[in-house]
């Protein structure tokens, strides 16, 4: 039984959301305050959070940004709602690791199937039986869907490793952002080239030494896309 987090003050969106959810099946808990969340979130163990933006004790955004940075719950996939007054725009969405985002008042069954949608998308991604991917001194592990650098394990967003499992089965390839953006998020998905570029940027900053002359794993072709090197030169 899959399992989602609801990170909700409002009581009445929350038990809404809840009773829809369990109707089709899904294990549901909740947490109020957004102090207690990533307590929750680690004890929990949930396949998906739905966060709402405005909360008692830390807000939606810095939950989000705290799950992201966290090796052990990064990847767990994030509706967040946000109410039409909160000036949340999706670049912002995007920028802190959510996976998609509904503005209040939203259709219930509407977010049950973004629900849905998403954990397909990461299930699909999760038992995928895969070889080890190994460049250099980065490792992908598609059975345990996750990656290392220098033997260190990195907490990449969803999108940032599939991103990064796309590139590297490509290697040595030129890559469109539109090939990108088709292939990672879909045509319905936001639609903005500048999507690929943020989330490019995102892991370049996990797996590249930011120095001039230092470790590079993803080159711009300008003008084009990019592509992942080959191999890592000693
Ligand atoms: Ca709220």
């Known amino acids: 039984m899959k399992k989602v987090l609801i990170i909700e003050d409002e009581w009445n969106i929350f ?42 004790g830390k807000d939606g955004i810095t939950i989000c940004r705290d799950v992201r940075i966290n090796p052990d ?6 509706i967040m709602l946000t109410a039409k007054s909160e000036e949340f725009d999706k670049v912002l969405g995007l920028e802190i690791g959510a996976d998609d985002y509904m503005t209040k008042p939203f259709g219930v069954k509407e977010l049950c199937a973004r629900v849905k949608a998403v954990l397909r998308r990461t ?17 992908i592990e598609p059975k345990a869907f996750e990656v290392y650098l220098d033997e260190k394990k990195l907490a990449l967003t969803l999108k940032e490793y599939e991103l990064l499992v796309f590139l590297a089965k490509h290697r040595g390839q030129v890559l469109t952002r539109d090939q990108l953006l088709d292939q990672i998020w879909g045509f319905d998905y936001y639609g903005e080239t500048r999507t690929v570029d943020v989330h490019i940027r995102y892991l370049r900053k996990k797996i590249e030494d930011q120095s001039e ?10 003008g084009v896309g990019y592509r992942f090197v080959e191999k890592i030169e000693d």
């Open 213 to 222: 002359h230092g470790r590079k794993f993803i080159e711009t072709v300008r």
């Open 123 to 139: 299930e699909s991604l999760l038992f995928k039986e895969e070889e080890a991917i190994k460049i250099g001194e980065l490792l």
């Open 73 to 78: 719950i990064s990847y767990t996939p994030i």
């Open 15 to 56: 038990e809404l959301i809840k009773f829809n959810l369990e109707t089709q099946g899904f294990n549901v808990e909740g947490v109020q305050d957004g102090g207690l969340a990533i307590e929750k979130i680690l004890e929990y163990q949930p396949d998906l959070i739905i966060l709402d933006l405005m909360l008692p």
